[in-house]
């Protein structure tokens, strides 16, 4: 059990548009899910946490008019990019958690966005 | 906030030697310390975590000790083969938050 799937798993878009990231809980329901990103090389950044049905929480120096996250269900949270930027190329990975007392969090698959 | 370090970040070791990662963190009211493994390009795997209230556990050749007075916590692993090459991360967790340490390279060298 815990499988957390993120679709789609690379896209590559041009500098402008948007782009959306969704993250699912496939076996359990997820009170909590992050949102990472992760440049080549480098450890994991944390973007946001969202709690279902509330707004997400984001990490210092992240815009969140840039990077619009939504946690409408128990098994289902969206990223999405806004008028994205070759800067916002990276490897964005979401992970999902049953709630504060499990401890455990389980990683999505990545999504490596590519910005022309 | 949290502060995660960890060191080193490149290890090299023979096969069947032992490799020892180490992690400080900074905030006392962390409470689960969890260790992932990353190949490339590929999502982080958890390999054993640690709960604030117990000071070792192991899991087969994999093991985590935790010092809370120092706040620092280590990962050993014994009888290292090459698919143990990887990057693994540590990781402080207080409430919600999560907050890594930069990684650390492992190559085991057949």
């Known amino acids: 059990g815990a499988v957390v799937s993120q679709h789609p798993s690379w896209v590559i878009c041009k500098s402008g548009t948007s782009v959306k990231i969704e993250c699912r809980s496939l076996d359990f329901q997820a009170t909590t899910m992050f949102w990472y990103r992760q440049f080549p090389k480098q450890s994991l950044m944390l973007m946001a946490t969202?709690?279902?049905?509330?707004?997400?929480?984001?990490e210092q120096g992240v815009e969140k008019d840039k990077f619009l996250i939504n946690h409408a269900s128990l098994t289902l949270s969206t990223l999405t990019v806004t008028s994205a930027h070759p800067e916002d190329s990276s490897f964005y990975i979401c992970?999902?958690?049953?709630?504060?007392?499990?401890?455990?969090?389980?990683f999505g698959p990545g999504t490596r966005l590519t910005v022309t | 906030g949290e502060n995660v370090e960890q060191h080193p970040s490149t290890l090299s070791v023979q096969e069947g030697d032992s490799a020892v990662i180490k992690c400080t963190y900074s905030d006392s009211a962390s409470n689960y310390f969890p260790w992932y493994k990353q190949e490339l390009g590929k999502r982080p795997q958890l390999i054993i975590d640690?709960?604030?209230?117990?000071g070792e556990k192991k899991d087969q050749r994999i093991a985590v000790t935790l010092n809370k007075t120092a706040k620092h916590f280590s990962l050993h692993i014994t009888e290292t083969q090459p698919e143990d090459s990887a990057v693994y991360f540590c990781a402080a967790r207080r409430g919600q938050n999560f907050v890594f340490g930069p990684g650390t390279r492992l190559s085991v060298l057949p």
């Open positions: 640690i709960r604030s209230n117990v």
């Open positions: 992970s999902a958690s049953r709630g504060l007392t499990s401890g455990e969090q389980y």
């Open positions: 969202s709690n279902e049905g509330s707004k997400a929480t984001y």
